[in-house]
């Protein structure tokens, strides 16, 4: 008699114990560190994610799997394409075909040769005469992981990386499916990346072949001569007669092969050519291919290059089954839809997605233009919602404006606001009879009427937002913890868990935590009431290492397992875990004070008229300084209310310019001001000098999770930055 079958989803018991979320291990305290926290492994589960995605098409392949909206043709010659209201469909079944099909081709390019490095190539003959000569393409390797290695007959190897630079779309999960299924090792180039980083990833790893949206192919094409090991760029998109003239020649003068995916689906799915997809054949094999590498994924790089990051199939499974526990099962019924805004090349996104398999949802693709985020969701109607708090920021901004409004319009809304934060407190219920039907209906219209769950992740909210947009779209929405070295994964909040709120919630299951003590920060596993310290992560979650890294490796990773995340954190006696500091962005003053620039920015942001901001310190100076991007709305009414003026939120250069106003610096500075006494923040830990600006920050200075790269940023601001050191030194000397 078969076993019987495994859920696909667990959500959370009815009996469930708020007051018990996570377990205590007795007899784990040490000196230095508080008693482990954890959660039982859920077994029975498959163990690698090509096992994953084949058992999602088996149980429904008519079933929509990914939808997308159409475009239009140009208006006029020269013009871009538009995007139309349409949208269209592609089944479980027919994405499992074209995987089989890309799969197979890229396999045929190694056994014909075409992947040999360009090095290895120009020995010719010589290196053919070898004993041993160097395989190409290079199998990528890591200490302690297994390698397909001599299991493999010469022309069939494994392990070898395949990239791909596009944003959100059916191709690049087709491309990512088929490394799964055909042992290949899929590594992400970010949509945002720079030719500079992607040439850097390209060499580092090292790729043979790139797959890559039309955008992005002269990108490849320049940095080709630099990169020995690509062979092939695959252009996800059809290129026209001229393109494939120009980009053709172009290619074979840089000694690369230039293909467009449609030809190449073509060829793999061919007589010959097609080879089954699975990896493991045999028993013997199948055992230890959970353990191999299935992506590198490269952390978002906030200081210097990005650290790539070696997952196994395990490492991803364990983390798509862990998130499975307290999924939301009204919300994840088979046809749910997800809305795909967030990039796949972000281990967070990815992992929705391989939930999504586990409960056959449907991905709807964001067209990739932020300016249609909300166009796009009001036509894909989607269940799930998972953003980052940059965008949930934004969202909470405007709904304070309009609270804001005078009249009738705004006193409804404040009310209504007011009566639903206080029944959620009180109950834990999101939804309300009156004021749903009233006002918050055209609030979750905004968003396409239907969601039911949403999710933030990747950086810390603030609660005041958090339980505003609780209620505001009257839906489940919860706040996990976790890193690209943990799988996007380690911590989740129970959505009606009141208390909770503040907190990134429960240990999630085959996780284990521990705080070690950060005693020059002040932080120890005997503080009171809760213990506090660096929150150590471990699991068959956790990553097995940096790629080509040792020295990285070893200051993350030590001998038992354990994860140092760099984040400082509580838990609470019911088991919750909270953020509240950073050591990696812990910046030591000159008079010897410790800022943590994370939480004195999540302060000030609250602010809907800052789209950005970048808090500055100096290890030599004594204050802090900021940099700031305005929302031109709500800051052109800041300006006019100073100044007297009447600019509208359309004229940028006025508005620019009426920023640099002293007047207006010294009322940003006042409300600074007011914003760090309201929170109690310390003296050393208040703005001394702003300079605004109504320009988005450049995307060289931003992560693809939109998070601020530092380094950069302070180098790319360093004139205006020093400026506001030396106007905050001359006004305290005049106050001597």
Known sequence: MAPPAQPKLFPFPPTLDLADQSSPVPGTQSSNSSTIFKKDILEGVPTTVYQIFEDAVNATPNQTLYRRRLRTPPAAAGEQPGWSTKTADTTYAQVRKRRDA????????ERLGRLKDRRVEARGDAAADLADPEPTPKEINHPGVPTWGSRLKAGARRGWGVGIWSVNREEWQVVDFACHAYGLVGVSLYETLGPDTAEYITNFTPLPVIFASSNHVQDVLRMAPKCPSLRVLISIDKLSPAERDLFGQWASEVGVLLLDLNEFEEWGASPGVFTP?????????AEIDKNRIMTISYTSGTTGNPKGVVLTNWNMVAATISNCYGAPVAAMKPGFKHFSFLPLAHIYERIIHFILLRANGIACFSTGDVTRLLEDAQIFKPNLFAGVPRVWNKIYAAIKLQMQAPGVKGALLRR???????????????????????VFNKIRA???????????????????VLELLKIAFCADFGEGYGLTETCASTTRSVPWDVGGVGTTGFVGPSFEVKLRDVTEMGYTHNDSPNPRGELLIRGPQVFKGYLNDPENTKKALDADGWFYTGDVAEIDSAGRVKIIDRIKNVVKLSQGEYVALERVEGVYLLNPMFISLLVHADSLRDSLVAISVIDPVPGAAFVNKILGSHITP???????????????????????????????????????????????????LMTPTMKIKRNVAADFFKKEIDELYEKAAAGAKSRL
């Open 102 to 109: 890309v799969g197979s081709a890229l396999l045929a390019l």
């Open 277 to 285: 997809p699975g990896p493991n054949p045999g028993a013997e094999e």
């Open 650 to 700: 359309n004229e940028t250069d006025k508005l620019e310019q009426a920023l640099q106003d002293p007047k207006v610096k010294e009322a940003l500075l006042g409300w600074f001001e007011g914003a760090a006494q309201k929170a109690k923040l310390n003296g050393y830990e208040r703005i001394k000098g702003v300079h605004a600006t109504v320009h988005p920050f450049d995307a060289s």
């Open 416 to 438: 209504a606001v007011d009566d639903k934060l206080r029944n959620w407190r009180e109950t834990g219920s999101v939804t309300h009879p009156l004021w749903d039907r009233l």
């Open 446 to 464: 905004l968003v396409g009427g239907e969601v039911q769950s949403m999710v933030t992740g990747s950086a810390p909210i603030s609660p005041e």
